[in-house]
């Protein structure tokens, strides 16, 4: 059929067509409306102290993030996700969970995602599967100095630094002051030291982890998507019309009445006579 033929059958069949794609629309948007609604809840975590690391290096990112691909396989583990299932108190399986932990390639973030026909329980067992693994992780390997430790130090050193440098620019020193200026080398050097040992700390912590965003209760559903659903059941309603108008059409037009009427004498144009 060429174009102007594909003209003339939509002129023929167009309220046919939009019956039918209407029709079609509306039982997707129905269809979609009485199906149970499912949220879901994402709460991310952070492997290591790529963030919080003052000077994080490579070999400390590798193996945050390796860490963070066992973690994400052990999160979805019977016996992790049985542990969960009790602190809520959930009236289900740990195999009915809908659940998912990815570690993204390259990164040392711990996505976990959660499902559930309830908005607060998909929120709840995302941040219950999070606390989880945070309890899962061995308290003594994670030492106990925060970044804040690490700028009072280098304060203290700064400050310590500044007085000796008073003390050497007023000259030839006093006794006491000879007292004080090696009272504050020492206490300089143990600054020194101690700033060094919260660094180490710091950046060997490969296996911490943080809770960087906890679920919330989602406001929408993820599913079933209405407005996409009823658009792509109208689709294929206007595509099944139309095979099928095309295919009655053609039947119609092969049909030994149609043809008849084809070849009768009142079906031929008539040439005028001179």
Same mark, same amino acid.
Request: aromatic share 4%; charged share 20%.
């Given at each position: 059929?060429?174009?102007?033929?594909?003209?003339?059958?939509?002129?023929?069949?167009?309220?046919?067509?939009?019956?039918?794609?209407?029709?079609?629309?509306?039982?997707?948007?129905?269809?979609?409306?009485?199906?149970?609604? !499912?949220? #879901?809840?994402?709460? =991310? $975590?952070?492997? %290591?102290?790529?963030?919080?690391?003052?000077?994080?290096? *490579?070999? /400390? +990112?590798?193996?945050?993030?390796?860490?963070?691909?066992?973690?994400?396989?052990?999160?979805?583990?019977?016996?992790?996700?049985?542990?969960?299932?009790?602190?809520?108190?959930?009236?289900?399986?740990?195999?009915?969970?809908?659940?998912?932990?990815?570690?993204?390639?390259?990164?040392?973030?711990?996505?976990?995602?959660?499902?559930?026909?309830?908005?607060?329980?998909?929120?709840?067992?995302?941040?219950?599967?999070?606390?989880?693994?945070?309890?899962?992780?061995?308290?003594?390997?994670?030492?106990?100095?925060?970044?804040?430790?690490?700028?009072?130090?280098?304060?203290?050193?700064?400050?310590? !630094?500044? #007085?000796?440098?008073? =003390? $050497?620019?007023? %000259?030839?020193?006093?006794?006491?002051?000879?007292?004080? *200026?090696? /009272? +504050?080398?020492?206490?300089?050097?143990?600054?020194?030291?101690?700033?060094?040992?919260?660094?180490?700390?710091?950046?060997?912590?490969?296996?911490?982890?943080?809770?960087?965003?906890?679920?919330?209760?989602?406001?929408?559903?993820?599913?079933?998507?209405?407005?996409?659903?009823?658009?792509?059941?109208?689709?294929?309603?206007?595509?099944?019309?139309?095979?099928?108008?095309?295919?009655?059409?053609?039947?119609?037009?092969?049909?030994?009445?149609?043809?008849?009427?084809?070849?009768?004498?009142?079906?031929?144009?008539?040439?005028?006579?001179?």
């Amino acid at each position: 059929m060429d174009v102007r033929g594909w003209l003339i059958f939509i002129r023929d069949w167009l309220l046919v067509l939009l019956v039918g794609t209407g029709m079609a629309g509306v039982a997707a948007f129905a269809i979609s409306n009485v199906l149970p609604k !499912t949220y #879901e809840a994402e709460s =991310l $975590l952070l492997v %290591g102290q790529s963030l919080t690391a003052p000077n994080p290096d *490579y070999t /400390q +990112l590798l193996a945050s993030q390796i860490i963070a691909q066992t973690y994400a396989e052990v999160a979805t583990t019977r016996p992790s996700l049985e542990r969960v299932v009790e602190a809520l108190g959930l009236d289900t399986s740990p195999e009915a969970l809908t659940v998912d932990v990815r570690a993204p390639a390259n990164d040392t973030l711990l996505i976990i995602t959660a499902q559930s026909t309830d908005p607060a329980e998909a929120s709840a067992i995302a941040n219950a599967l999070a606390a989880e693994l945070l309890a899962g992780v061995d308290d003594d390997a994670i030492p106990n100095v925060t970044v804040e430790d690490l700028t009072l130090l280098a304060e203290g050193i700064a400050n310590t !630094t500044a #007085e000796i440098s008073d =003390l $050497l620019a007023e %000259g030839t020193l006093t006794a006491s002051e000879q007292a004080r *200026y090696a /009272q +504050l080398q020492d206490q300089r050097e143990t600054l020194r030291t101690e700033h060094a040992n919260v660094l180490t700390q710091l950046t060997s912590a490969a296996n911490r982890l943080t809770v960087v965003e906890p679920a919330v209760a989602p406001l929408e559903p993820v599913s079933p998507r209405v407005v996409v659903n009823t658009i792509i059941g109208a689709f294929i309603g206007l595509i099944i019309t139309a095979l099928a108008t095309y295919a009655f059409d053609a039947t119609e037009r092969r049909s030994p009445a149609a043809l008849e009427r084809a070849s009768s004498p009142m079906a031929t144009p008539r040439l005028r006579s001179r």
